[in-house]
């Protein structure tokens, strides 16, 4: 099957959030030296590996970060009332729903990995496909690192001073950020194998985290008294839909910022040819997935505003903290700050690793600049023999042993991938902050979805005969390109820089698109490459 030989090759190292448990997190992981290795050509069917379970940890993990700890605020400060914010939570909620259903179907019917890459240079054509990429690289990977960093360090601030205290620099908590971005840019280029397994357990943590906030919330809402013995009956005082507002725009960044909470539904996508049965596994892991998520959020939300004042969560960050000290004093405040910076931690750490490997594989396929798609410190040499087919099996196996599966030696990680991306999440973490970078990362995140799930359409009109084993109806991915394009055609005119800066990104890709690849091709094509339009035409 010559369309999994091109899963491999495309994206050797596309690879998993790291922190899921159980597989190989490599492209082609077991025995693929033996058999030609993902960049050889031996066939992908024995590296399918991935279950139902493995898909729902993978993305569950991913999707519970460090939104659903931090957006209530930026939710319900800008629509106004309890009430319209958890219809707002709910919205993101089902959005992210049919978007995930949509890529399920793209996934069964393009079973490669790669994601997003693969079907809009299916549908649109390569430069498409580049675009992402390069927006992926650019702005997608290390805003998203920026901002959970941000939140890691706004926690471990309140961590140390306590969640009523008077607010403090955000410097501070920048600070602290910076320290993560560099300490997990560290730890992944020495090895990867600490963190997967400490993600493991994280996922564990903010699982029990967001039930124990529900369960204890409602307790509270029912006794009428915190766990400290004071009488509190916040909930009584809610109007839940006075002040509603009414500006269309308010609605669509509280929506971003929800959808930030809910981001990474897309993620089993980049690893759909390691499904041992994507066209069953993949739409199972999102209808399960999914309405887990929704349910949980919602829940948390309830419970935030059954103990705090509204006025309390608009103005906080760290809505978390501030409920844990409300309900059990300082020690309640403190566990749950350092809970969520741990997950916190762990989400950047799996970020960092996806980014890595995305930035390696573009360095390889030359969208930007070789040297980072080197592996090690200026392994010249490595580089200059890559043309042998048993220095590529050679190579692969490095990367495996650097991901955790075979321990063979520190810093065989794509090192100058993972240094260009820590120095972009640094700027993005020092000129941002949290509410600006979430639209930020909206406006460019959902550009992309909306392409993405368009493209689905395009596909069913003009390949009707295109072999889709799962089907979604119809209607789901109509109903995500309406209200991503709603969101996205608002956050023009609610924070047009942003937006700006975002087409700005695009855009600059498209003569790096010409002047690389294109020039690459002129060039004479390599074996990838030849393969890739092999397969297309
Ligand atoms: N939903 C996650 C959170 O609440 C963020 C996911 C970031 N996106 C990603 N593709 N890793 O923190």
Redesign the pocket.
């Known amino acids: 099957s010559s369309t999994f030989d091109f899963a491999g090759n495309l994206f050797p190292l596309s690879s998993t959030?790291g922190g899921a448990s159980g597989y190989a997190p490599i492209g082609a992981p077991t025995s693929s030296g033996r058999r030609g290795g993902p960049l050889g050509g031996g066939s992908l069917e024995k590296h399918k590996t991935l279950t139902y379970l493995n898909g729902l940890s993978l993305i569950v993990g991913?999707?519970?970060?460090?939104?659903?700890?931090?957006?209530p605020s930026q939710v319900s400060s800008r629509v106004g009332s309890a009430g319209a914010g958890l219809v707002v939570w709910a919205v993101a909620g089902v959005l992210a729903w049919t978007g995930g259903a949509s890529y399920a179907e793209l996934g069964g019917a393009i079973p490669l990995n790669g994601g997003a890459q693969v079907y809009l240079a299916k549908t649109f054509g390569e430069l498409a496909g580049f675009l992402f990429t390069w927006s992926a690289v650019l702005v997608?990977?290390p805003g998203?690192a920026a901002?959970?960093a941000i939140?890691m360090g706004e926690y471990l601030v309140r961590a140390v001073i306590g969640a009523e205290a008077e607010t403090i620099s955000p410097w501070v908590s920048k600070a602290v950020a910076l320290v993560g971005i560099f300490s997990v840019t560290l730890l992944n280029c020495v090895s990867t194998r600490i963190g997967t397994r400490v993600n493991d357990l994280l996922m564990f943590l903010k699982f029990v985290a967001l039930i124990f906030i529900t369960v204890t919330g409602i307790v509270v809402a029912i006794t009428g008294h915190t766990f400290t013995g004071e009488p509190t009956l916040e909930w009584k005082k809610h109007d839940w839909f006075e002040g509603t507002s009414t500006d269309m725009s308010a609605w669509a960044l509280a929506l971003y910022a929800g959808l930030?909470?809910?981001?990474?539904w897309?993620?089993t996508n980049y690893v759909v040819g390691e499904f041992r049965n994507p066209s069953r596994d993949l739409p199972r892991v999102i209808h399960t997935a999914m309405p887990l998520v929704i349910l949980c959020y919602i829940l948390a939300n309830v419970a935030y505003f059954l103990v705090l004042p509204l006025s309390a969560i608009n103005g906080s960050n760290t809505v978390a903290v501030l409920f844990g000290s409300r309900v059990f004093g300082p020690a309640g405040a403190l566990v749950i700050a350092l809970i969520v910076s741990f997950s916190?931690f762990g989400?950047l750490n799996?970020?960092t690793f996806?980014a890595g490997r995305l930035i390696y594989v573009a360095g390889k396929e030359g969208y930007i600049p070789t040297v980072f798609g080197r592996i090690g410190f200026g392994d010249r040499m490595l580089e200059d023999s890559l043309s042998t087919q048993r220095t590529r099996s050679w190579l692969t196996k490095k990367m495996r042993s650097c991901v955790g599966d075979e321990d063979t030696g520190l810093f065989y990680t794509p090192v100058y991938a993972l240094l260009l991306n820590c120095a972009l999440t640094v700027v993005y973490c020092v000129v941002g902050e949290f509410s600006t970078l979430v639209t930020f990362?909206g406006v460019a995140?959902y550009t992309f979805y909306f392409l993405t799930v368009l493209g689905l359409i395009v596909l069913r009109v003009r390949e009707p005969q295109l072999e889709r084993p799962y089907k979604t109806w119809i209607t789901t991915p109509i109903i995500f390109c309406c209200v991503s394009l709603f969101l996205l055609s608002r956050a023009v005119f609610a924070q047009p820089l942003q937006t700006l800066i975002v087409v700005g990104f695009v855009v600059a890709g498209i003569p790096v698109f010409f002047l690389r690849v294109r020039g690459r091709e002129r060039k004479g094509m390599g074996d990838r490459e030849r393969k890739w339009w092999q397969f297309w035409k």
């Open positions: 959030a991913l999707i519970i970060g460090s939104g659903i700890f931090s957006s997608l990977k998203s901002i959970i939140i930030w909470a809910f981001d990474g897309d993620n916190c989400a799996s970020s996806t990362y995140g």
